[in-house]
């Protein structure tokens, strides 16, 4: 049973822990994303849902434990199947980083460049394409997430739901496998909020990314997750994992069953 | 509007402590300290609110502040018709339990405890710096090899920022180094009828040490503060991580182009302020001590040789690498708050003045030794 559910797994956890100095923000953790998942990481606020993140884009380094990426089987087949992210040479992670995309709480975008040219820059980076090929794609990246005709603003010139949108459209820039997506919904309007998680089920369904989400929006866990993992900030620990509309009915965590229900008694 | 009033009465044995008027923040201070008094000498068990008329949380507060006292002497204080919403106000703050930790603890560390963390801090502090310094000869070398990318426009605008933006201020101050220096020695070389040995002491002293120094000084200012709060303000805003997720390297595309800019225009700076500050120097001299301009020049050019000129120039290429460093490392390694890029900006240029100076006194110990 364990290796049918591992095939298609693209992450594994394995008994992470995280700790800034000696302080530890959660132990034990262990769980799988699978391919095509939309993975919620829940919890409450203060518990290390958006350091657990960090642990997946290379920002931050595991106390203890392993991060495992999915190998590109395309490239080499069947030689090893999971690749140890923080123990793999610079190189190695550089490259898995580029099948990554990430979009940062606050959008993150780089204040000096307009929206074009942030999406335009990992492109150049990463390809031999000519500027006017760059600059369609980015134009494209744009409307997708519905922002046409905003490639020349600068990031300081539009609303903070849009620079979330544009975030999102440079996330996209490399073609990624896997997005990180860090409180998407935060600080947006219910309505806008709605379209993002439209949009994340879009890109989901179109381009075929696994989505790792950290929110603690109830409506957004309920309208995209179909995987997730909670953590307790009491505990320290995941306490469990599971399609959070199952958690909600079935979880034998009552902090879980209460978190979902926003403290509902049953 | 009344004020708060209290009495204690003693009935059989229970005693009460009766409210009356106005319990809010304006009203009530004298009296809370001293119905708190009281409760400690001879506490009381029933607590009447029957005749407050307008309450606020320092009613609140006093109440749940009795209610601890009680429960620490192992008492039960119980509420009398108390206002509507006070009592489920009490409630509510006793029901979320403290939480476990949450309470920062103010532990005095002792003398020796001090002065190791200081020392630990320092010593993590200097790591970081030869780090960064590793880090940049790193992305030099890719420069060279031409790996290393950043964009032109992002250089542009910055030499165009260190460079011609520079001009007026360091304009203003050579001119004046120039004009103080020329006042200095005309007085004390007046008295041995010297006056033209004037053009002298201020083309040596402007090209070996004003003129690089000052530019150094001021560019620490105006261009080292602002590369921390730039890259600071990156750093809080997720930016710098943005760069590190998509694999470009922050120090070739944010500090190599820095670094690139202060040592080209770090030495022309010092030539224009060298020249700026003969110039303030040759003001003095033909207004107000009757030299001719030519025969300044004359002696100006006589005095300063080649040597001088190069050595303030190395001197400011240095100051140049010293400012673009200590700029970006405060900025790169600033914390994540408003109050952390300020401190970025502070030591950056802290760090970069001193080192300056220290370097401008290196050279004077070795080039005096070299007899240079």
């Given at each position: 049973m364990a290796d049918k559910s591992s095939s298609n797994s693209i992450i594994k956890a394995e008994d992470l822990t995280m700790a800034y100095g000696d302080f530890v923000v959660q132990k034990d953790l262990t769980f799988d994303i699978k391919s095509q998942d939309i993975f919620i990481i829940m919890g409450g606020s203060g518990c290390g849902k958006s350091t657990l993140l960090k642990h997946f884009i290379g920002l931050k380094q595991p106390a203890t434990g392993r991060v495992l990426f999915h190998s590109d089987s395309q490239q080499n087949q069947r030689e090893s199947d999971y690749i140890d992210?923080?123990?793999?040479?610079?190189?190695?992670?550089?490259?898995?980083?580029?099948?990554?995309?990430?979009?940062?709480?606050?959008g993150a975008l780089w204040s000096s460049m307009t929206l074009a040219e942030n999406i335009a820059l990992p492109i150049g980076e990463y390809t031999d394409l000519s500027e006017s090929d760059i600059r369609h794609l980015a134009s494209l990246k744009l409307a997708l997430v519905g922002l046409k005709g905003f490639e020349d603003y600068y990031p300081s010139e539009i609303s903070g739901g849009m620079r979330k949108r544009a975030g999102l459209a440079r996330a996209l820039a490399l073609e990624p496998d896997i997005l990180f997506l860090?409180?998407?919904?935060?600080?947006l309007d219910p309505i806008s909020a709605r379209l993002l998680d439209d949009l994340i089920l879009q890109l989901r369904d179109n381009l075929g990314c696994t989505l790792v989400v950290v929110t603690h929006e109830l409506a957004s866990i309920f309208a995209i997750g179909n995987n997730s993992v909670f953590l307790d900030?009491?505990?320290?620990?995941?306490?469990?994992?599971?399609?959070?509309?199952?958690?909600v009915k079935h979880s034998e965590h009552e902090t879980v069953r209460r978190f979902l229900t926003r403290g509902a008694e049953e | 509007m009344s004020t708060s009033r209290y009495q204690i009465s003693d009935d059989n044995g229970q005693k009460a402590l009766k409210l009356f008027g106005d319990w809010t923040i304006r009203h009530s201070g004298q009296d809370s300290e001293a119905i708190l008094d009281h409760f400690k000498q001879s506490p009381f068990e029933v607590i009447d609110g029957g005749a407050v008329e307008q309450w606020d949380s320092s009613l609140i507060s006093l109440l749940l502040r009795l209610d601890t006292f009680a429960k620490e002497g192992q008492q039960q204080l119980h509420f009398q018709s108390l206002p509507r919403g006070a009592h489920e106000l009490v409630e509510l703050a006793n029901t979320v339990p403290e939480r476990q930790g949450a309470d920062k603890k103010k532990e005095q560390p002792t003398l020796l405890a001090h002065i190791g963390d200081k020392v630990l801090t320092d010593y993590r502090e200097a790591l970081g710096f030869f780090f960064f310094l590793g880090e940049s000869v790193k992305s030099f070398y890719r420069l060279i090899r031409g790996r290393a990318r950043f964009r032109g426009r992002d250089l542009r605008e910055i030499l165009s920022d260190t460079g011609p933006e520079a001009l007026p201020i360091v304009t203003l101050i050579s001119v004046l180094v120039g004009i103080i220096l020329a006042f200095v020695g005309a007085v004390q070389l007046k008295q041995f009828g010297a006056e033209v040995y004037v053009a002298d002491l201020v083309g040596i002293a402007m090209v070996r040490e004003m003129g690089c120094m000052m530019t150094g000084i001021i560019m620490a200012g105006r261009t080292g503060a602002a590369f921390a709060a730039r890259i600071g303000t990156m750093q809080v805003n997720e930016e710098i991580d943005a760069y590190r997720t998509l694999g470009i390297s922050p120090m070739d595309f944010i500090v190599l182009p820095r670094i690139l800019a202060l040592i080209i225009m770090m030495p022309l700076l010092c030539l224009y302020a060298n020249?700026?500050?003969?110039?303030?120097?040759?003001?003095?001299?033909?207004?107000a001590?009757?030299?001719?301009?030519?025969?300044?020049w004359t002696q100006t050019i006589n005095a300063v040789d080649m040597t001088d000129i190069s050595l303030g120039l190395v001197k400011a290429f240095i100051f140049g690498i010293v400012i673009a460093i200590t700029g970006c490392m405060n900025g790169m390694l600033s914390g994540r708050s408003a109050s952390a890029v300020g401190n970025a900006a502070t030591s950056a240029v802290v760090a970069g003045v001193v080192f300056i100076i220290v370097i401008d006194g290196l050279f004077a110990i070795i080039t005096s030794l070299l007899g240079i």
């Open positions: 992210f923080w123990q793999a040479e610079e190189s190695r992670r550089q490259r898995l980083m580029q099948r990554c995309g990430v979009l940062y709480q606050s860090d409180e998407p919904s935060a600080g900030a009491e505990t320290k620990t995941m306490l469990t994992t599971g399609d959070p509309n199952e958690l | 020249f700026l500050g003969i110039l303030g120097g040759a003001m003095i001299s033909v207004g001590m009757g030299l001719t301009f030519t025969e300044y």
